[in-house]
Nanobody, 118 residues
Framework: EVQLVESGGGLAQPGGSLRLSCAAS????????MNWVRQAPGKGLEWVSV????????YYSDSTKGRFTISRDNAENTLYLQMDSLKPDDTALYYC???????????WGQGTQVTVSP
């Protein structure tokens, strides 16, 4: 059974940092491109970042470029998102998701809440 479990969310002040983790199981993690996606209160899903199987291809949304860093440890079956210079607009439920190609995703975690507030 494919499972993705996010952790590391919480409350941060503007300008602060958080590091999210996504523990993967039930599939060969290193064979898949992985994504981070977020959903702010009352809004739709927003793609955040993607990393290829071997970390050779990495992209970010315009709103997170230069502040967020995606990474992965295939030996530990874990995906990460380092979030720096956080803004109140980063407040959202953050999901990791397995990539199917063409920005479609087939498995999602349950999400971890990030709240950025003074």
């Amino acid at each position: 059974e494919v499972q993705l479990v996010e952790s590391g969310g919480g409350l941060a002040q503007p300008g602060g940092s958080l590091r999210l983790s996504c523990a993967a199981s039930g599939f060969t993690f290193g064979d898949y491109t992985m994504n981070w996606v977020r959903q702010a209160p009352g809004k739709g899903l927003e793609w955040v970042s993607v990393i290829s199987r071997g970390s050779g291809m990495i992209y970010y949304s315009d709103s997170t470029k230069g502040r967020f860093t995606i990474s992965r440890d295939n030996a530990e079956n874990t995906l990460y998102l380092q979030m720096d210079s956080l803004k109140p607009d980063d407040t959202a439920l953050y999901y990791c998701a397995r990539d199917l190609g063409g920005r479609s995703m087939d498995y999602w975690g349950q999400g971890t809440q990030v709240t950025v507030s003074p």
